[in-house]
């Protein structure tokens, strides 16, 4: 594709046919965890994932999304037995592995890398299909290179992510691009990006904590007809002002706009991750009652 038809495309309104996730109006929302909520143990070694699907069937959660780094030999895909066994101790504990996720980077300047990023995508895209999954979570890229533009990046991001989408959903998974005040910091260029891209199987994680410029709640109302997947933080942030997320007001807008599907809550406060999650899943819950 030319560049001018690239931008052009890009820089077309956010409703176009194709871009907004079609489901049945209404909202029915079933909560899950990231196990990025367990990132401390999981990294130095002192939980492992089944022991993060125990605590979800402990504490009668419903999903779960099985982070790609927490897999041993990541970014290397594991074994058959490993997915296998994580597969069957879900289900036996009646939790729903959402999907996993990596951690690419399309906003590299090198075609070579980018090529490598997008075969990382794509291992996982099957990793996600043996766990009995339906989402990888992707991310678009760090930061806009020194000495490149926005507009020069989403020439390289969009092709990437259209080959990694077509992948997928020749595969029957979802692309659920996270946006984390990265490369990508509004709605507004989260929401041009998945326009360009132009793919049913290419869709939001609408993350509470990334949405950094200006009021973050209008930022999560004009991306959640976008969004097939959450991660609902405790915290919100005005600019570099942090302030603790004010969830029947999330609740609101959930009701207002319509989501059904699964809601995962990231916690990263101080102290057991265990107890931080347990608190801060009493507050959801008491929210979405």
């Given at each position: 594709?030319?560049?001018?038809?690239?931008?052009?495309?890009?820089?077309?309104?956010?409703?176009?046919?194709?871009?907004?996730?079609?489901?049945?109006?209404?909202?029915?929302?079933?909560?899950?965890l990231n196990?990025?909520?367990?990132?401390?143990?999981?990294?130095?070694?002192?939980?492992?994932?089944?022991?993060?699907?125990?605590?979800?069937?402990?504490?009668?959660?419903?999903?779960?999304d099985l982070t790609g780094y927490y897999f041993p030999g990541y970014p290397k895909v594991p074994t058959d037995e490993f997915i296998y066994?994580?597969?069957?101790?879900?289900?036996?504990?009646?939790?729903?592995?959402?999907?996993t996720g990596v951690r690419n980077d399309f906003a590299l300047p090198s075609a070579a890398e980018r090529v490598e990023q997008i075969r990382l995508v794509k291992d996982w895209v099957d990793v996600a299909v043996k766990l009995?999954?339906?989402?990888?979570?992707?991310?678009?890229?760090?930061?806009?290179?020194?000495?490149?533009?926005?507009?020069?990046?989403?020439?390289?991001?969009?092709?990437?992510?259209?080959?990694?989408?077509?992948y997928a959903a020749e595969k029957g998974i979802l692309l659920g691009m996270q946006h984390h005040d990265d490369f990508l910091k509004t709605a507004a260029e989260t929401i041009r990006l998945v326009d360009a891209v132009k793919s049913d199987w290419f869709t939001v994680i609408l993350d509470v904590g990334s949405l950094r410029q200006g009021d973050p709640y209008a930022e999560i109302e004009k991306l959640l007809p976008y969004a097939s997947n959450w991660q609902v933080?405790?915290?919100?942030?005005?600019?570099?002002?942090?302030?603790?997320?004010?969830?029947?007001?999330?609740?609101?807008?959930?009701?207002?706009?319509?989501?059904?599907?699964?809601?995962?809550?990231?916690?990263?406060?101080?102290?057991?991750?265990?107890?931080v999650v347990k608190a801060f899943l009493g507050q959801v819950?008491?929210?979405?009652?």
């Amino acid at each position: 594709m030319k560049r001018r038809e690239l931008l052009t495309g890009m820089m077309a309104t956010p409703l176009m046919a194709g871009s907004l996730v079609q489901r049945k109006r209404g909202s029915h929302v079933k909560l899950a965890l990231n196990a990025y909520s367990f990132n401390k143990p999981l990294m130095n070694g002192s939980m492992k994932l089944a022991e993060v699907i125990d605590f979800c069937a402990e504490n009668e959660l419903e999903g779960v999304d099985l982070t790609g780094y927490y897999f041993p030999g990541y970014p290397k895909v594991p074994t058959d037995e490993f997915i296998y066994g994580i597969k069957r101790h879900a289900w036996m504990n009646g939790v729903t592995i959402g999907g996993t996720g990596v951690r690419n980077d399309f906003a590299l300047p090198s075609a070579a890398e980018r090529v490598e990023q997008i075969r990382l995508v794509k291992d996982w895209v099957d990793v996600a299909v043996k766990l009995g999954g339906n989402m990888v979570r992707v991310f678009s890229g760090k930061a806009v290179p020194k000495g490149y533009s926005f507009d020069q990046v989403l020439e390289w991001m969009v092709p990437a992510f259209q080959d990694c989408s077509e992948y997928a959903a020749e595969k029957g998974i979802l692309l659920g691009m996270q946006h984390h005040d990265d490369f990508l910091k509004t709605a507004a260029e989260t929401i041009r990006l998945v326009d360009a891209v132009k793919s049913d199987w290419f869709t939001v994680i609408l993350d509470v904590g990334s949405l950094r410029q200006g009021d973050p709640y209008a930022e999560i109302e004009k991306l959640l007809p976008y969004a097939s997947n959450w991660q609902v933080k405790e915290h919100v942030w005005y600019g570099t002002k942090k302030v603790e997320i004010d969830l029947p007001r999330l609740r609101k807008i959930v009701d207002k706009i319509g989501y059904r599907g699964f809601m995962p809550i990231e916690a990263l406060g101080e102290g057991d991750p265990k107890e931080v999650v347990k608190a801060f899943l009493g507050q959801v819950r008491q929210a979405f009652a």
